[in-house]
């Protein structure tokens, strides 16, 4: 149920699209080099009708890169992480936000990775709000649970509720889930 734009994110992986489209550039950048088994394609005109979209497509965004020099290697290296650098950023970009945050994510803390593995686990489901102890996940998932926190009996039992519930006050913020993690896994209960 987590949206795989909150997974790309925290994994810190391309999205299949974002990655497929950066290794055919990638490749079309080194089939402009002259000793690259397939040069013969990149000094070929366009076929007449494109059908089918080929490596010719990505001409506007190779070619100036193709024309710097990359028979230095050097330059070549340098077009190959300014292809990465792009799918990235345009990757980034085109994420949807954080459901819990209403933002995009920040980066999550390096030191979460010192906290036991089942503390990590909890963290990463309540940054999807797809978490069993929270009811109204539970409520989501099965007939006959109640939304309402057990603690305070008002609001919906959601992520954003635990920070601010009457009945356990903390001053811990949502965004210590990811910020402070060993302050987030000690602070408010998910029920």
């Known amino acids: 149920m987590a949206h795989t ?17 950066l290794l055919a550039k990638q490749y079309w950048l080194s089939c402009h ?3 690259h088994p397939c040069h013969h ?18 001409n506007t965004e190779v070619l100036p890169l193709a024309d710097e020099g990359i028979n230095n290697i050097e330059i070549y290296f340098d077009c190959l992480r300014s292809l ?8 980034i970009s085109n994420y949807t936000p954080n459901r819990v945050l ?7 803390s390096p030191l979460e990775s010192l906290l036991p593995r089942s503390f990590r686990t909890t963290l990463a489901q309540l940054r999807t709000g797809h978490c069993l102890p929270l ?10 649970v109640s939304d309402v926190c057990p603690e305070c009996g008002v609001a919906p039992h959601s992520v954003e509720h635990l920070f601010n519930c ?11 889930l990811l910020g402070q993690p060993s302050r987030g896994s000690r602070g408010p209960k998910p029920g």
């Not at 734009?5 to 489209?21: F, W």
């Not at 394609?41 to 990505?58: C, D, H, I, V, W």
């Not at 990465?84 to 990757?91: F, K, L, M, P």
Request: hydrophobic letters at 25%; zero cysteines.
């Open 5 to 21: 734009d909150h997974l790309h994110t925290e994994t810190k992986l391309l999205p299949v699209k974002y990655h497929s489209e």
């Open 33 to 35: 080099r002259p000793h």
């Open 41 to 58: 394609l990149s000094t070929e005109s366009a076929p007449p009708r494109n059908m089918k979209g080929t490596l010719q497509k990505y």
């Open 84 to 91: 990465h650098t792009q799918a990235v950023t345009e990757a």
């Open 102 to 108: 209403g933002t995009p994510p920040p980066d999550i």
């Open 135 to 144: 009811k109204l996940y539970m409520a989501r998932i099965t007939t006959g």
């Open 166 to 176: 009457s009945a356990h006050p903390t001053q811990l913020t949502i965004q210590d």
